[in-house]
């Protein structure tokens, strides 16, 4: 069983190289950010308490987000691991989690604030289907349409200048402390975040002595 943490600052890629390593390996990728949106897509109660927190430019607070990991780990659903990204956020929750789930690896995506600017204001959603895209890698065919049902693209709220200083800022108070932390049980694995995904992927694979990226 492998069981695993990826960190790195919003737009380093997180999300795209836990789905390669789900995929081959059979882990459970846990996202804080993909269930917070399946849950304002939804509308549930905790859709709706994030949309609010969101539209006042704040930030999801560690204790919401601590609920909802405990929960989503509680569920016993990752028989062969998991790789989890968008938490642990402050000291106490890595300690919990290191306690609790004896982490094999942490994974840390290294990229400059500059390339993440360039990336996260890039990024467009599909607010009907949920499409992901990219104006730099990853274009719609048409010009702010989604390539699967046409609906119009839309910038994520949380995807403002405003909204990602202050995710950056967050990061660095709060997020590098817990990684000097998870260096000290010498389980962090440090990875230049800025090459094309498939040879980050490598990079990762590499470090952790996993099988080769076949693409």
Not at 60 to 72: A, F, G, M, Q, W
Not at 125 to 151: K, S, T, V
Request: proline share 4%; hydrophobic share 35%.
């Amino acid at each position: 069983m492998r069981k695993y943490v990826i960190m790195g600052v919003q737009g380093s890629g997180k999300g795209t190289q836990s789905q390669l390593l789900r995929e081959e390996f059979d882990l459970v990728h846990i996202s804080v950010g993909d269930i917070f949106r399946w849950h304002v897509r939804n509308h549930t109660k905790l859709g709706a308490q994030v949309r609010r927190i969101m539209a006042a430019g704040s930030l999801v607070d560690d204790d919401l987000v601590e609920s909802v990991v405990r929960r989503r780990l509680d569920e016993h659903d990752w028989n062969y691991g998991f790789i989890i990204d968008g938490f642990p956020r402050n000291g106490r929750q890595a300690e919990f989690f290191m306690e609790s789930y004896d982490i094999d690896a942490v994974i840390h995506l290294e990229l400059p604030d500059d390339e993440v600017r360039r990336r996260v204001l890039s990024r467009r959603l599909c607010p009907n289907c949920g499409m992901d895209y990219n104006l730099i890698a990853d274009r719609p065919e048409q010009e702010g349409r989604c390539d699967i049902c046409g609906h119009e693209l839309v910038t994520r709220a949380d995807d403002t200048p405003e909204a990602l200083e202050a995710r950056l800022r967050d990061y660095h108070e709060k997020t590098r402390p817990v990684l000097e932390l998870f260096r000290r049980k010498e389980v962090v694995h440090d990875v230049d975040g800025r090459p094309p995904l498939e040879e980050v992927q490598q990079a990762i694979r590499d470090t952790l002595g996993l099988p080769a990226y076949k693409g």
